[in-house]
C-alpha cells in the first residue's frame, strides 16, 4: 500500500523553525521527484517546493525563498523541509506529494501566530 505520511507540524511564534517530515512506505522515493504543497483556508493550494530524483536539483515558490530548505534521504526513504523564518502568512496545511501528483498525504497543520 502506498503511502506518504507527514508528521513535524505544529504552532510556532512569527520567526521560529519548524522542520516537516514524510516518510513514504509501499513505494521507493528514488524514482520521483517529491515536494511539499500547502493549502491556507480560502486559498488555492499552491506548490512550496520540490527536489528532483536525478540530481537533488530543487524548486522553492518565490515567498519561500531563502527561509525554507527541502532535502531527501532515499536511504530512509524520507523528505524534509526545513522551515526558518517563518511567517504567519506561512500559516496552511502542508502536504506532502510526488511533484507530479502521483501519491499524497494525508497533510499536517503549520500554525504561526503569537
Known amino acids: 500500500q502506498v503511502q506518504l505520511v507527514e508528521s513535524g507540524g505544529g504552532l510556532v511564534q512569527p520567526g521560529g523553525s519548524l522542520r516537516l517530515s514524510c516518510a513514504a512506505s509501499?513505494?521507493?522515493?528514488?524514482?520521483?521527484?517529491i515536494g511539499w504543497f500547502r493549502q491556507a483556508p480560502g486559498k488555492e493550494r499552491e506548490g512550496v517546493s520540490c527536489i528532483s530524483s536525478s540530481d537533488g536539483s530543487t524548486y522553492y515558490a518565490d515567498s519561500v525563498k531563502g527561509r525554507f530548505t527541502i532535502s531527501r534521504d532515499n536511504a530512509k526513504n524520507t523528505v524534509y523541509l526545513q522551515m526558518n523564518s517563518l511567517k504567519p502568512e506561512d500559516t496552511a496545511v502542508y502536504y506532502c506529494?510526488?511533484?507530479?501528483?502521483?501519491?499524497w498525504g494525508q497533510g499536517t497543520q503549520v500554525t504561526v501566530s503569537s
Open positions: 506529494a510526488t511533484c507530479q501528483g502521483d501519491y
Open positions: 509501499g513505494f521507493t522515493l528514488d524514482y520521483y521527484a
